[in-house]
Structures are given as C-alpha cells and as structure tokens.
C-alpha cells in the first residue's frame, strides 16, 4: 500500500499539470483600512438600528428621529451583507465557524429563555407591600375603578427635567402611583414628555392628543384623555406641604401626604363617566358662599366637588318650578333666614321624586327646614354641643373632636381617625322607627360632652355650664344620613323612580376653609357623604397617603455597638472566615 502511494505520488510530480497561481493580495488577504471601513460600517449599522428601535419602543412613538435611525442603521447593515454575501457563505462552511455560531445561538437562545421568563413574570407576578403607609397599594376603590373601565385611558405626564421646580419629589410619587395604575388595568397608558429635553417630542404628544396649550408656559401638568375627553391635573396640586420658619419669603417645607391617587382616579371617572354629575348650591338666605376663601368659606369644598368629578353651580333661591331637574344633589349650607313656605314645599317635592339633599345647620340659625327633616326621621337640637376633652383646641371652648362614628357607608372608612366640629348643635335620630326611612348615626362626641340647652347664656358668658335639669349628657350625635326605604323590605324603587337620600350636619364650620386645612379627616367625611348621597361608591374616601419620616436616635451604647459591628467585628469575620478556607484547603493538599 505504500509503495504504491509513493508511485501514485511520483507521477503526480513528474505530471505536466499546474498548479493554480495564486495572487499575492489573495496571500495576504484584505487590506487593514479595508477590515477597518467593514467593521466601522456593520458596528455603526447596528449601534444605530438598536439606538432607533430603543427610542421607538421606549417612548412608544416614532417619530423622525427614531426613524432616521432605524432606516439608516438597517441600510448600512443590508449593505455590508449584499457587498460580503460570499465571504459569509464560505465562514458558514467553516467547521469552526460552524461550532462558534452553535454557541452563540445557544447563548442568544438562553437570552431569548431570560425575556420570556421576565416577561411572563412582569404580567403574572406576587407582590407583598410591607410600607406602613401602603405606598405601594391602591385603594379598594380605585382598583374597583380601573377593573370596570371599558375605555382606554391615556396620562399624559409634563415635567421640566432641567429646571427645578420643587416638585421633583411629588413627581417621584407620582411615577410610583401610576405604574400601580397600569400594572391593575390594561386599559391605562401613560406617556411621560419632557418639553425643556425634548420638545419636538412633546409638541407630537400634544397634536397627537389635540392638547391645546401654551406650549411656553406648560410645567409639571398631567393631562388624563380618554377619547374627546380630557382633564387637567397640576402637580402642584397632589402633595400637602407644612411649612416652616417666620420668613413668608424664605420657608421651608416637607410633604405631609401624597394626594395623587384621588386626583388621577377622579379624573378617570370624569373622562369616562357619559354624564356629569350635577350639585346646585343653594344661595339667596345668607348661606356659607362656595366662592369664599375666607376662614369661615367654603371655596375649599367647591374644589374638592370639582376634583371629584361634580358639575357645581348656584341656585338663587328656589324658583316656582321648583328645584331644577337636572340637579343630582342640592346643598344648603346654614342659611342665616329661613326659607320660605314655597320653597319648603318644593324641596319636599324634590325629594319625594327621589333627590338628594345635603344640609348643614348652625346654632341659633333655623333655616327652616327643621320641621321637614323631622318628617324624614330627623330632629335638629336647638342646642349647643359642648365637649369639655376638646375646649382649648383652636382657641374655642365650643370646639368638638369626634371619634365615634357609626357603621354607615359614609364612615366606615374614618374608624380610628378623628373629625373637628367648631360649635354644633345636636342631630339626631327621632325616636321610634319608622318603615319608611333608614336613619343612622355618622359622628357621636364623647361622654365627656353635653349639649347646653340655653345657647343665649352661652354665648353671653362665653363659658360652658351644664344643667343636669336641662341639658343632655353626651355622647351627642352630630351628623345622620337618611334612606328612603323601597315599597317591600327595604328593597326597589317606588313607581320607578330613585330612592331620596339626606345627609344632615349640626354644624357648617366642619367643612369651612379654616377646618379643612387640619390634618383631620373632615375633607374625607365631606367627600364621602356627597359620593355616597349620588351613590358613587367608588369615590368614597380615596384618602391621602401620608409621607412619613422614619428617624432613628441612637445613644452613646448603640453608636459604639454599630461601630464594633460594622467596623471592627464584620472585617474580623471575612478575615477569620478566609483564614478558616485555607486551613482546610492547605491540610487537604497535605494529605492528598
């Protein structure tokens, strides 16, 4: 066999035939600026083809400039294949291009494994909110809210990135709050612009939306749409501030609570609500004036009603047809004069074909009404509440702090928290139970309170003084709600029509501007009862997260316990532990 290879292999060299030439370029293979063009022309094809599809799919918007890229990225990339196609075709053939190419497929299949976990994992997932104040956790309501969305709802986020506005940290908790919203329902999309980075950015998200604003003096503004629909929210709006120090011009502040949610979820019920829903205020007798910012004003109640969604106008006087027939819900807030027969009569009518109404008495101020309410289950005291636990809170001896509240809708939610009264007088059920109305209790004063039946000397002397003949011993109620009982066992609507509802407080000044700025939950209870009175369930008492401030105070023990641990007794085990390794490590080569 050999002998024979070798014969085979001296003809082959005493042959005539040639071998092929072979060029010297072919020898020494492309030239370097030649590699150095190939490799800058595919890298920069790729860098911008991922840079443009990374603009597109993170802003969820293609525009110019995220096109430009991807086109041009994607020609530089088709290019440098067309002009190299037979070069792939042989380093395909290569065994070792074919071994290097299995690796990184399996690497690129272990990736594309990792996405999917992640994003099965981001839609399918368990979360656990250990925060105190359940930073990371919607309220019931709103996620009532956002599960029975049956249209798509966009926030549109501006926030002047460059400038410092004082609102870097609301914006923080805002970001939060609505990665909650969109984790909940699908039907939420949220869209963040950023005029002073980018404005052409911006300026497409407004065109594209049909925001018509001053583009100039737009900052920190969310915009909630949901087709034709749209509301406008101010981040300045969401925090509550405590400010501090005597210089009006050079205060500091620090947050007291977050109020995003019940803004951002209010608005969601007014772009998606087909009707809004409408209050008329009563005025003409001397009423709190909802356009009063004054301590004793109730502008502070109008904007809450119009965050919530509520279409609110003035009713002067009642007219001769009586109360309008698009009011959803009449507020009379202490009338000074009393109303007049006719207009008695007619507020009558309108709850009998199933209004809502929604009262507040002072002392010594009979708005007329009384002899209504007791038709509808409920008597108003001629009385002033005195709490004597509560006397010297806001500089008032008739000042009242009520934490007994009843197991109605309206205060459920305020168990554990405390509401201000500032002189009230006594509501309350009327005695018997009658089957046509549902009467309960909301808010009761303690059993260190009475109710002084001789306001005049009360007010003369200026000194409570209880008069064991006269006076009732608390607790008092203050406030009750009333239901109109359906035709059988409480349930339907009689002829067709709506049930009546009433809600009546023995005090105007519980929701005045004054009171609403204390960190009390006057403002819930407010809300509540309007939300419950039009049956809006899920607005009831969205409140305020609290932003709290966790301080530790450590004494000379524990600072020097955190300076042996840390310092001294954490370096000295690594270092025991590491000692400890290579004992074992050095007696084990030994035997071996």
């Known amino acids: 066999m050999e002998i024979r290879d070798s014969d085979q292999r001296r003809q082959l060299l005493a042959s005539d035939q040639e071998l092929p030439e072979i060029e010297i370029e072919q020898l020494r293979g492309p030239s370097r600026t030649r590699v150095i063009l190939h490799l800058t022309g595919i890298g920069l094809g790729f860098l911008l083809l991922l840079v443009g599809l990374g603009l597109g799919i993170s802003r969820n918007m293609w525009d110019k400039l995220a096109l430009i890229q991807v086109i041009a990225g994607g020609a530089l990339v088709?290019?440098?294949?067309?002009?190299?196609?037979?070069?792939?075709?042989?380093?395909?053939?290569?065994?070792?291009?074919?071994?290097?190419?299995?690796?990184?497929?399996?690497?690129?299949?272990?990736?594309?494994?990792?996405?999917?976990?992640?994003?099965?994992?981001?839609?399918?997932?368990?979360?656990?909110?250990?925060?105190?104040?359940?930073?990371?956790?919607l309220s019931p309501q709103t996620e009532s809210v956002l599960k029975n969305l049956d249209k798509d709802v966009t926030v549109i986020s501006?926030?002047?990135?460059?400038?410092?506005?004082?609102?870097?940290?609301?914006?923080?908790?805002?970001?939060?709050?609505?990665?909650?919203?969109?984790?909940?329902?699908?039907?939420?999309?949220?869209?963040?612009?950023?005029?002073?980075?980018?404005?052409?950015?911006?300026?497409?998200?407004?065109?594209?939306?049909d925001i018509d604003v001053n583009f100039t003096v737009m900052a920190d503004d969310l915009f909630v749409v949901c087709g034709a629909k749209k509301k406008v929210l101010r981040l300045n709006d969401m925090m509550e501030w405590e400010y501090m120090g005597d210089n009006p011009y050079n205060q500091q502040r620090r947050p007291v609570a977050f109020k995003g949610e019940q803004f951002l979820t209010s608005a969601i019920v007014e772009v998606t609500e087909p009707k809004q829903t409408k209050i008329y205020a009563l005025t003409g007798h001397g009423e709190r004036n909802i356009t009063d910012a004054s301590p004793q004003g109730m502008m502070g109640l109008a904007g809450q009603l119009k965050r919530d969604n509520f279409n609110l106008e003035t009713l002067p006087g009642i007219p001769d047809t009586g109360v309008p027939s698009d009011c959803d819900c009449l507020l009379v807030i202490a009338p000074a004069a009393r109303l007049a027969s006719p207009e008695v009569e007619k507020v009558q009518q309108y709850l009998a074909r199933g209004g809502r109404l929604f009262l507040c008495e002072d002392v010594q101020q009979d708005s007329g009404l009384e002899d209504l309410m007791s038709q509808w289950g409920v008597n108003i005291g001629g009385d002033a509440v005195v709490s004597q636990d509560a006397q010297t809170f806001l500089g008032s001896p008739v000042a009242i702090i009520a934490r007994d509240f009843g197991g109605h809708d309206i205060t459920k939610p305020l168990q554990g928290f405390q509401i201000v009264f500032n002189f009230a007088r006594s509501v309350t059920p009327a005695p018997g139970e009658s089957s046509k109305f549902k009467v309960a209790s909301l808010v009761e004063t303690s059993s260190a309170s009475f109710a002084q039946s001789d306001v005049d000397a009360l007010f003369k002397s200026g000194v409570p003084a209880f008069d064991a003949e006269k006076d009732v011993k608390g607790p008092i109620c203050l406030a009750v709600a009333v239901e109109e009982a359906g035709p059988a066992e409480g349930q339907g609507a009689p002829a067709g029509r709506k049930l009546a509802r009433i809600v009546v407080f023995g005090d105007a000044d519980v929701f005045s501007n004054d009171i609403l700025k204390l960190p009390t939950k006057n403002f819930d209870l407010s809300r509540n009862a309007l939300n419950w009175l039009v049956e809006r369930k899920d607005l009831i008492s969205i409140s305020a997260r609290p932003e709290t401030e966790h301080i530790m105070v450590a004494d000379t023990a524990a600072k020097r316990a955190v300076f042996w641990l840390l310092v001294i007794g954490m370096p000295l085990a690594i270092l025991l532990l590491g000692g400890?390794?290579?004992a074992l490590r050095s007696y084990g080569s030994r035997a071996a």
């Open 78 to 137: 088709a290019g440098w294949i067309t002009v190299n196609h037979r070069f792939l075709v042989d380093m395909i053939r290569n065994r070792r291009v074919m071994v290097g190419t299995n690796a990184v497929f399996m690497g690129i299949l272990a990736i594309v494994l990792l996405v999917m976990v992640n994003f099965i994992s981001d839609r399918h997932f368990k979360k656990w909110d250990v925060t105190e104040a359940k930073l990371f956790t």
């Open 580 to 582: 400890l390794v290579w």
């Open 158 to 209: 501006f926030h002047l990135a460059r400038t410092r506005t004082g609102q870097e940290d609301t914006y923080v908790r805002l970001q939060d709050i609505m990665r909650l919203y969109t984790q909940t329902s699908p039907r939420i999309k949220v869209e963040y612009a950023q005029p002073d980075i980018d404005p052409e950015a911006a300026k497409a998200i407004m065109k594209k939306y």
